[in-house]
C-alpha cells in the first residue's frame, strides 16, 4: 500500500482551490491527479479535516470473533494441526482456509509446530557402505562387475 500525501501538501491544494482556482489547475500546479484534488476537497467538506484515514483492514475478518476460543483449543490439545482447528472452526459455522489460521496463531502469538526446533528428528544423512564386494548379496554380484559398481 503506498504511503498517504503529506498534511502539508493536502492543506496547499485545498487552500489554492478556495482561492477560486478550478480543480484541474490545482492538480496541474501542484502535479497530482484531480481525483486527489476532488477527494481532498469532499474530505474537507464532510469532515472539516485533510487527516489521511487509516489504511487496510485490521481486526476485520471472519476469525477476529474466534480468537479466544483457538487459543483454548490450543491449550487444551497442543498437538492440533491446523487443518484439524480449520475442521473445528466449520462445525461452528466458520469456513476458513488453513493459512488464514495460521495467521491467527501467529497474531495470537501460538505456534502450532509439535516439536521446537532443537527437538525435531534430524534428516537422515548418506551413509557409504562399509561392506566389501565379498559382502554384498549374491543377486548383485551375479549381475557382472559393470552393473555392481552401479550398487555401491
Known amino acids: ?14 487552500a489554492f482551490v478556495e482561492e477560486g482556482h ?5 492538480a496541474a500546479h501542484f502535479r497530482v491527479s484531480p481525483r486527489f484534488v476532488n477527494n481532498m476537497v469532499i474530505l474537507k467538506r464532510e469532515s472539516g479535516s485533510l487527516a489521511a484515514k487509516r489504511q487496510g483492514n485490521r481486526g476485520v475478518g471472519k476469525l477476529s470473533d474466534h480468537g479466544a476460543w483457538v487459543r483454548q483449543r490450543v491449550e487444551e490439545n497442543g498437538d492440533l494441526t491446523l487443518d484439524e482447528l480449520r475442521l473445528e472452526l466449520a462445525e461452528r459455522d466458520v469456513i ?7 495467521r491467527l496463531l501467529h497474531r495470537l502469538g501460538l505456534s502450532h509446530k509439535k516439536k521446537p526446533a532443537g527437538q525435531r528428528a534430524a534428516a537422515p544423512r548418506y ?24 550398487h555401491r
Open 96 to 102: 476458513v482456509h488453513r493459512s488464514s489460521v495460521g
Open 22 to 26: 478550478t480543480h484541474r489547475a490545482a
Open 127 to 150: 551413509q557409504p557402505s562399509t561392506r566389501s564386494v565379498d559382502e554384498r548379496p549374491a543377486a548383485i554380484l551375479q549381475q557382472g562387475p559393470a552393473t555392481a559398481r552401479l
Open 1 to 14: 500500500m503506498g504511503r498517504p500525501h503529506p498534511i502539508e501538501l493536502r492543506e496547499r491544494v485545498v
